[in-house]
C-alpha cells in the first residue's frame, strides 16, 4: 500500500470524525476490525462494535492530520491533532494513529495514542 493510499484514508477518516459522521468513519473499516482509543483502553472487536463506539462516544470536536504518515508495509504512524472539549474547556492534543490496513485498504486495527494530560487549553 502506498503513503498516497494512506493519506487518502486518514483524510476521510478525519474528515467524518470532524463531521461526526459515524457511518463515514465505520465505512473506512474491515468486518472484522479492531480498534483501542486509546491505546491502553479496552480493544473493541467487530464492526458492529466499532459503530457502536463511535456511536456512544464523544467525538473529537476536530481531527486533522498533523504531518507525513510513516508508512511500512500495510501499517503505517499518521500524526494527529484533535480538538476536544473537557470541562467545558477546548483541549488541543497530539495523537499518534497507527492502523494497518488489508489488500482491499480497508483498516484491520487502529490504535490510538495519546494522553490528555498533555493536551493544551485553547479557549
Known amino acids: 500500500?502506498?503513503?498516497?493510499?494512506?493519506?487518502?484514508l486518514f483524510d476521510r477518516y478525519t474528515k467524518a470524525v470532524t463531521a461526526t459522521d459515524v457511518a463515514g468513519i465505520v465505512s473506512?473499516?474491515?468486518?472484522?476490525?479492531?480498534?483501542?482509543?486509546p491505546v491502553g483502553g479496552p480493544i473493541i472487536e467487530g464492526?458492529?462494535?466499532?459503530?457502536?463506539?463511535?456511536?456512544?462516544?464523544?467525538?473529537?470536536?476536530?481531527?486533522?492530520?498533523?504531518?507525513?504518515?510513516?508508512?511500512?508495509?500495510?501499517?503505517?504512524?499518521?500524526?494527529?491533532?484533535?480538538?476536544v472539549r473537557q470541562g467545558g474547556r477546548l483541549l488541543e492534543l497530539d495523537v499518534i494513529d497507527v492502523a494497518e490496513i488489508d489488500a482491499e485498504g480497508r483498516v484491520l486495527s487502529m490504535r490510538a495514542f495519546f494522553d490528555l494530560e498533555g493536551a493544551r487549553v485553547v479557549d
Open 1 to 8: 500500500m502506498s503513503k498516497e493510499d494512506f493519506d487518502a
Open 28 to 37: 473506512i473499516y474491515a468486518p472484522k476490525a479492531s480498534i483501542q482509543i
Open 47 to 83: 464492526i458492529d462494535a466499532i459503530r457502536a463506539f463511535y456511536r456512544d462516544n464523544e467525538l473529537a470536536e476536530s481531527l486533522a492530520v498533523a504531518g507525513p504518515a510513516c508508512v511500512a508495509g500495510l501499517e503505517a504512524a499518521v500524526p494527529l491533532l484533535a480538538r
